[in-house]
């Protein structure tokens, strides 16, 4: 989890804000799929159970498609890379 949260940070800091709403789509898909058999709260997963998260993210990646195209129409769709942060010597 931890090395997660610090490559999404790498990745808000590097690329663009719709870069970073996918990546975490992606993460929380990931920890979803990675706690069913890490943490071993399932025993013998059944197909329904194994449907209900695949359609649990499905629906998060859909949101995500349909919030971005929304906002490609409004104009307000990727605006480049984030903006570096420049300090000034003194």
Same mark, same amino acid.
């Given at each position: ?10 990745c808000t800091e ?6 970073t709403s996918l990546?975490?789509? +992606? /993460? ?6 990675? %706690?069913?058999?890490?943490? @071993? ?5 059944? !197909? ?17 498609? +349909? /919030? ?6 409004? %104009?307000?769709?990727?605006? @480049? ?5 420049? !300090?000034?010597?003194?």
């Open positions: 989890g931890m090395l997660l949260n610090f490559a999404l940070f790498l590097k690329t663009t804000p719709v870069t990546c975490g789509q +992606f /993460k929380a898909c990931f920890l979803t799929v990675a %706690g069913i058999f890490i943490l @071993g709260g399932v025993q013998n997963p059944t !197909l329904p159970y194994l449907s209900g998260i695949a359609v649990n993210m499905l629906g998060s990646l859909m949101y995500f498609y +349909f /919030k971005y195209t929304a906002a490609k129409a409004e %104009g307000k769709g990727d605006d @480049g890379p984030a903006p570096q942060l420049q !300090l000034q010597q003194q």
